[in-house]
């Protein structure tokens, strides 16, 4: 079956960088978009960044623009999130997030908690 485990969250300071993952199994990785979504205490889920299968098209929120980068290594069947110059509006949990064969799947998250 699908699965998707992130990993890679933490407590950060303002200003400092962090690395998701998020390993997949149960479907043929390389074939698929791979979204990275986030969650806040009181509010929407809001999408992130989504990087394509065959081109490796990049898009992300205009929040994190520049500051955030969505990479996949299809040989690990993993997707990664680089997040640097966090802020403390990036707090939340985070969420990789896959649609195949019209089903959505989602990870367990991870939480980012930036403060100082």
């Known amino acids: 079956q699908v699965q998707l485990v992130e990993s890679g969250g933490g407590l950060v300071q303002p200003g400092g960088s962090l690395r998701l993952s998020c390993a997949a199994s149960?479907?043929?990785?390389?074939?698929?978009?791979m979204n990275w979504y986030r969650q806040a205490p009181g509010k929407e889920r809001e999408l992130v960044a989504v990087?394509?299968?065959?081109?490796?098209?990049?898009k992300y929120a205009d929040s994190v623009k520049d500051r955030f980068t969505i990479s996949r290594d299809n040989a690990k069947n993993t997707v990664y999130l680089q997040m640097n110059s966090l802020k403390p509006e990036d707090t939340a949990v985070y969420h990789c997030?896959?649609?195949?064969?019209?089903?959505?799947?989602w990870g367990q998250g991870t939480q980012v908690t930036v403060s100082s």
């Open positions: 990087i394509t299968a065959t081109s490796g098209y990049t």
């Open positions: 997030n896959a649609i195949v064969q019209r089903i959505g799947y």
């Open positions: 149960g479907f043929t990785f390389r074939l698929y978009t």
